[in-house]
């Protein structure tokens, strides 16, 4: 993805300063705090998931395209001086799952680490995500009620799933989400030309037989649907937004450039932000797209926002922000 997957495709190739050891410390010793980790079976195909933590409602991570539960749990910017990412955190205060889509990857060691999921046909849609992360919870004996957290490609999923199981959700986190939106700020060539871009392959991931592919059309054409049937219920929701712009390549076809793709992506982030009369936006001043690496605590207290809400409903204050957004 173009606008998305810039600070993955770097984490990629710094490769070989990521330690596998900062897995280990980041989800503490095993059995440690409600730790548990495994493959669960969904019906033919197993998911790879790690919970920790105790406590409800109970938090589940949704990571972007092509991204595992690492960029959750793993300080994969500064290994060797690991920070509190964003798994463990939440951990400190409730419990707090996240899983590895079909497809998804991370750098470490100096190579490409895979999905520890099964892998499943390519393309997959929106939809495809959603009954994935049913039938985990489900299998896992991951207890609701859930709040969602989700990044880029990751929040369309979380949306998604709040439209198909409103009962199962209580609390939403987005972080600097994909929105069906987009498309809205943009013509139909733009549009066009976006989808044609929007998941090349890096070589790092070129001999990666089973990696994601989502059909881009079809993934929004059912949020769409399931917003316009099922809106999002009243709930606490922050929306994380980053404040750095993504850098952009200078050959992007029909008549795309890096600062439209910009100015659409922040638009669609003002839309998200207006989904309930009294959701929270946040702007990530110091990160471009991967707030979770780059200003892990943000999500961090963001999430603890939402669970605060959950547990005390009296603490989110009727239409109040939790901060003024920056000048763009």
């Known amino acids: 993805m173009i606008a998305t997957t810039g600070l993955l495709l770097w984490v990629m190739a710094a490769a070989p300063w990521l330690t596998s050891g900062a897995h280990a410390q980041a989800i503490a010793t095993p059995g440690a705090n409600g730790f548990l980790a ?3 079976d969904i019906g033919g195909r ?6 920790l933590g105790s406590g409800s409602p109970t938090v589940i991570l949704e990571a972007g395209f092509r991204t595992r539960a690492d960029v959750w749990t793993d300080d994969l910017i500064q290994p060797d001086a690991p ?8 951990a400190e205060f409730t419990r707090v799952c996240a899983y590895d889509r079909p497809g998804t990857a991370t750098g470490r060691d100096g190579a490409l680490q895979r999905s ?3 892998p499943a046909p390519m393309p997959r849609t929106a939809h495809d995500a ?3 992360l049913h039938a985990l919870l489900a299998a896992a004996g991951i207890p609701g009620p859930y709040v969602l957290v989700g990044h880029s490609f990751g929040g369309l999923f979380v949306r998604l799933y709040a439209a198909t199981y409103p009962d199962e959700i209580i609390g939403m986190v987005l972080v600097d989400a994909f929105s069906e939106a987009l498309e809205d700020e943009m013509t139909a060539q733009q549009w066009a030309a976006y989808d044609e871009i929007f998941q090349p392959v890096p070589p790092a991931l070129a001999d990666y037989g089973d990696l994601e592919f989502t059909d881009l059309d079809a993934s929004t054409d059912q949020m769409r649907d399931a917003a316009a049937a099922s809106p999002l219920r009243p709930l606490p929701l922050v929306v994380l937004s980053r404040g750095q712009a993504m850098a952009m390549p200078d050959d992007l076809p029909g008549g795309l ?6 100015d659409a992506w922040q638009s669609a982030q003002d839309e998200l932000a207006v989904l309930l009369p009294d959701a929270r936006q946040v702007i990530a001043t110091e990160s471009e797209h991967y707030i979770q690496l780059q200003q892990p605590q943000l999500v ?3 999430v603890r926002a939402v669970v605060d809400a959950v547990r005390d409903p009296a603490s989110w204050p009727r239409a109040t922000p939790v901060a003024s957004p920056v000048p763009r």
């Open 38 to 40: 495994g493959m669960a």
């Open 46 to 51: 197993s998911l790879y998931f790690e919970c």
């Open 83 to 90: 920070r509190t990412m964003v798994l463990p955190g939440v």
């Open 116 to 118: 520890r999921s099964d």
């Open 130 to 132: 959603v009954n994935d």
């Open 257 to 262: 450039t890096g600062a439209m793709l910009e």
């Open 300 to 302: 961090i207290d963001a």
